[in-house]
């Protein structure tokens, strides 16, 4: 039961676009970030892609709502005209910025950022989001695009979780986790086939893997939901055949690595955050016995995956 529940995580794993509410998606390959918010709150962010330079301006949205099939997620309000699109003027000349020098917590995949007055924080980060999995080498633009996000808050993060453990007669190396805001798991309600979350709430956990047999440097392993409900993944470094729509590079070997790495998009307008680790190493019945326990503990009564 366990390898059947591991196998369908697999066939939902293909990396595919973020829904809109989330961090939120400014630009792709953006050059020379800048960021300025003024005192109601609209955030101005500039920068040059596709040959053009870009005013977009930001509003509207705060930290995340937890899930509910009742109400949509957080999301900032976004006009690519600099203000013209919302005031019929753009903005841009004589905006008085009111943000300070960035204090929040560390970031991952940090470009910049600024506390407001008021204590909360503004951040836009980049990084390689859609990378295809298996450790295949990107074979189209969007695949090795890096994604300008931005965010704003003023909680606590969310809070990615991970544990490295052993799966399949202790030879293959398996990660388990949660994600929560606030205590509260973070899921959705809705997916595609493919496993994109389309209800503004889900979320695919992505995790790359370090020096594998794929190559050395990171690579991207795998992307896959947090369960409905729970929050709660897990996921098998095996071996795999391509999926459907990749090169037909033959079957893909194991990637198990001397790291780990995770990454979540944030929840409504909220920071993505990351988790790193060191692969388990050689097998010890110790500690698969206290991960094993660990498990139990995380899952609860989440079916989809559980240890043996």
């Known amino acids: 039961m366990r390898r059947l529940a591991l196998t369908l995580l697999l066939l939902a794993a293909l990396s595919a676009p973020a829904s809109a509410a989330a961090s939120q998606l400014i630009a792709r390959n953006a050059q020379d970030v800048t960021l300025q918010v003024d005192a109601r709150g609209r955030a101005l962010v500039g920068y040059r892609a596709k040959g053009k330079t870009w005013s977009v301006l930001a509003w509207g949205a705060i930290n995340a709502l937890h899930p509910s099939a009742d109400r949509s ?33 560390p970031l991952a995949w940090f470009v910049t950022g600024c506390t407001m007055p008021d204590g909360s924080d503004w951040a836009l980060q980049a990084w390689q989001r859609s990378l295809p999995n298996l450790g295949v080498p990107p074979w189209k633009p969007l695949q090795s695009a890096t994604e300008l996000r931005l965010s704003h808050w003023s909680t606590d993060l ?11 007669g202790k030879h293959f190396d398996h990660v388990f986790g949660r994600y929560t805001y606030l205590g509260q798991p973070v899921y959705g309600y809705r997916a595609t086939a493919t496993g994109s979350p389309t209800d503004g709430f889900g979320r695919n956990i992505y995790l790359d893997t370090l020096d594998s047999a794929y190559g050395p440097g990171w690579k991207r392993e795998n992307s896959f939901l947090a369960h409905t409900g729970t929050g709660v993944f897990c996921y098998g470094l095996y071996p795999h055949d391509p999926y459907p729509g990749y090169p037909a590079t033959g079957r893909r070997p194991e990637g198990k690595g001397t790291r780990y790495r995770a990454t979540a998009v944030g929840p409504g307008v909220l920071p993505d955050v990351t988790w790193e680790g060191g692969a388990p190493g050689p097998y010890d019945v110790t500690t698969d016995r206290k991960l094993a326990d660990l498990q139990r503990a995380v899952y609860g009564a989440d079916k989809l995956c559980k240890p043996v």
């Open 73 to 105: 997620q957080a999301k900032l309000a976004l006009d690519y005209a600099g203000g013209w699109g919302a005031y019929r003027k753009t903005v841009a000349t004589g905006f008085e910025n009111v943000c300070r020098p960035y204090s929040g917590p």
């Open 158 to 168: 969310p809070k990615l979780e991970l544990w490295v453990n052993w799966a399949q």
